[in-house]
């Protein structure tokens, strides 16, 4: 997803295997799907040098920023 004109940020919080949680932000527009930002944060964590994240869906966190 691209931060763009029309987007809002959403921070989703993903638990890895070493037991601490990740929180990445992620600009998307304000309908969209909570799985496509898990898919996002999930991405961004996987391309990182942190513990692998759970690739649970009901295990993230997804809140929007100033909502």
């Known amino acids: 997803m691209e931060h763009g004109y029309g987007c809002e ?3 989703v919080a ?7 949680q990740y929180v990445y932000r992620v600009y998307a527009p304000g ?8 898919w996002e944060a999930w991405h961004c ?3 990182s040098a ?3 994240a759970w690739d ?5 966190v997804i809140r929007r ?3």
């Open 31 to 38: 309908d969209a799907l909570p799985a496509d930002l898990f």
């Open 50 to 52: 942190f513990p692998r």
């Open 14 to 20: 993903l638990p890895a295997v070493d037991g601490k």
């Open 56 to 60: 649970l869906f009901d295990a993230a």
């Open 65 to 67: 920023m100033g909502a």
């Open 9 to 11: 940020c959403w921070l």
């Open 45 to 47: 964590h996987d391309e």
